[in-house]
């Protein structure tokens, strides 16, 4: 806002003031830096994505050589398969994390939520301090709703875990709720977007401090947080109002100082029955084929040519590009099949299977990688590339991948 006198022979006459509506203005100020910070959280998943799934690739790997001399059905079998479940999670969560940075969509399709919410509740035991005490509340018969597995039990975890902080300092009770429910009357009303019919509801319920009114308008903005420095980024309630929204659900809170805190999801039923995905056969498929293996992190080489050779395979390793072209030259005809990492230095496994090719164009390959902001399954597939992993993968997937591979070359051969 501006004001201007107006004077005529030094004598005071009138005033005029310019006023500005800055709304707009400020408005695009604040997409812009929204904008920057998504960008940087861009740069910062794919920066971690790959040395983390390496990270994840040696948990699972490490899990499946010690599960193969554990007896089924005792407590050290049961553990390591949490550890599995937990590790498939934590590959998933970095999966998400590039996601929410691109603001792609993840596949959906028909989910139970029980399984999802007992998954959280092993998780939850094993991981709360013992001042806090886990109850739930779940309804067998809640139907299916149309959804992203990992992403629900994404809602969970960060629900709990925000729960979970509120109780560090007094203890208390952490309650986990699973039923089915047409939408209230106040979201209706706020939300007429939303479908009528039955909800799916998870809420979290904790016996905290509480929130006063002024914390919970800003609860759901991202980088909004009351944590201490070093405790939370502000980001994990957004993330989860971000989830919700995109499933055509709802989420609501209900607190008061010393009071609690309540997060009520409502997710809507869908009709067709839940998916029921195919068991992953408990061994991997065997062979005894020569496979030159590439990867320049030494001790995920070491790891995967372990698993091979218990699968029976014979396994040449190498630890980088160089000696992996300078062993096959000397003996191209030698290999069935090359598994090769991406990212490496001097020479990536792109490069790596392009001079391999030229020595031997019918070679099958395999190319993996914790992340790669070049390579794509799309572009491995119009490389020639015969298939294309993401890490950490199990030695079963893997299994299965490498007998396909080979099929299909016997095949094209035959």
Not at 40 to 67: C, K, P, Q, R, V
Not at 148 to 154: A, L, R
Not at 222 to 241: D, Q, S
Request: aromatic fraction near 4%; charge should be negative; glycine fraction near 8%.
């Amino acid at each position: 806002m501006s004001l201007a006198t107006l004077t005529l022979d030094g004598q005071i006459v009138g005033r005029v003031a310019v006023a500005r509506d800055m709304t707009p203005r400020l408005q695009l100020e604040a997409q812009l830096r929204q904008a920057q910070k998504m960008q940087a959280i861009g740069t910062l998943a794919g920066g971690i994505a790959h040395d983390f799934n390496n990270i994840l690739t040696a948990i699972l790997g490490y899990t499946e050589l010690t599960l193969d001399e554990v007896p089924e059905e005792t407590t050290a079998w049961t553990n390591l398969q949490h550890v599995l479940t937990a590790s498939e999670r934590a590959k998933a969560l970095v999966q998400q994390m590039l996601t929410f940075s691109r603001q792609t969509e993840q596949p959906r399709h028909p989910t139970q939520l029980q399984p999802l919410v007992q998954e959280a509740l092993i998780l939850l035991r094993a991981a709360l301090p013992t001042s806090v005490t886990l109850e739930h509340q779940m309804d067998a018969t809640v139907g299916p709703v149309l959804a992203d597995p990992t992403q629900i039990h994404q809602i969970l975890m960060n629900l709990c875990s925000n729960a979970e902080y509120m109780l560090r300092n007094t203890g208390g009770s952490l309650h986990l709720l699973l039923d089915e429910v047409p939408l209230p009357p106040e979201l209706r009303g706020s939300r007429p977007d939303l479908p009528s019919g039955m909800y799916a509801r998870l809420a979290v319920r904790d016996t905290g401090p509480g929130m006063p009114p002024e914390v919970q308008e800003r609860i759901f903005e991202p980088f909004f947080t009351t944590k201490e420095i070093g405790e939370g980024t502000g980001l994990g309630l957004a993330v989860v109002h971000g989830i919700v929204t995109s499933h055509g659900g709802a989420i609501s809170v209900e607190s008061a100082p010393g009071q609690g805190t309540t997060f009520r999801v409502y997710l809507p039923r869908c009709a067709e029955p839940a998916t029921t995905l195919a068991p992953m056969q408990e061994r991997a498929p065997s062979g005894s084929e020569r496979i030159l293996l590439v990867d320049d992190e030494a001790p995920l080489a070491r790891l995967l040519h372990i698993r091979l050779t218990h699968l029976g395979y014979q396994v040449v390793m190498c630890t980088s590009s160089a000696e992996a072209l300078e062993v096959f030259q000397k003996a191209p005809r030698q290999f069935d099949l090359v598994i090769t990492d991406q990212t490496m230095p001097q020479m990536t496994g792109e490069g790596l299977a392009r001079a391999l090719r030229r020595l031997r164009p019918d070679l099958p390959i395999i190319l993996c990688t914790g992340f790669s902001h070049v390579m794509t399954p799309e572009r491995a597939q119009r490389l020639g590339i015969d298939a294309f992993c993401m890490k950490p993968i199990k030695i079963q997937e893997l299994g299965l991948i490498i007998r396909q591979v080979l099929a299909r070359r016997a095949a094209q051969r035959a």
